[in-house]
Nanobody, 124 residues
Framework: QVQLVESGGGLVQAGGSLRLSCAASGRTFSNNAMGWFRQAPGKERVFVAAISWSGGSTYYADSVKGRFAISRDNPKNMVYLQMNSLKPEDTAVYYC?????????????????WGQGTQVTVSS
């Protein structure tokens, strides 16, 4: 079992930066691939970024490539999402997710554990 708690969301102007954090509990965290997803009002939850169990492989949605960076610190049971050059269309609730596999994937249905989300609002 893995429990996830996100933090770091807030209100930022377009062009600004935020760093989201996800604190994980559970003995098998280092064996889990991790992902970030987001859900805007009235829209489906979509993939943002994912990272393999070791941090050696990362994947990004086309919409955030070059602006966002996912990382993890296994000894601290933490996953991060550094978001730069934020745009109003990045406004959403951001969710951290863990997969019962070492390898990341974009499909949200393949993730087994979810946090409660943190709101990110980007003003124009």
């Amino acid at each position: 079992q893995v429990q996830l708690v996100e933090s770091g969301g807030g209100l930022v102007q377009a062009g600004g930066s935020l760093r989201l954090s996800c604190a994980a509990s559970g003995r098998t965290f280092s064996n889990n691939a991790m992902g970030w997803f987001r859900q805007a009002p009235g829209k489906e939850r979509v993939f943002v970024a994912a990272i393999s169990w070791s941090g050696g492989s990362t994947y990004y949605a086309d919409s955030v490539k070059g602006r966002f960076a996912i990382s993890r610190d296994n000894p601290k049971n933490m996953v991060y999402l550094q978001m730069n050059s934020l745009k109003p269309e990045d406004t959403a609730v951001y969710y951290c997710a863990a997969r019962a596999s070492r390898w990341p994937i974009e499909d949200r249905d393949e993730y087994n554990y979810w946090g409660q989300g943190t709101q990110v609002t980007v003003s124009s």
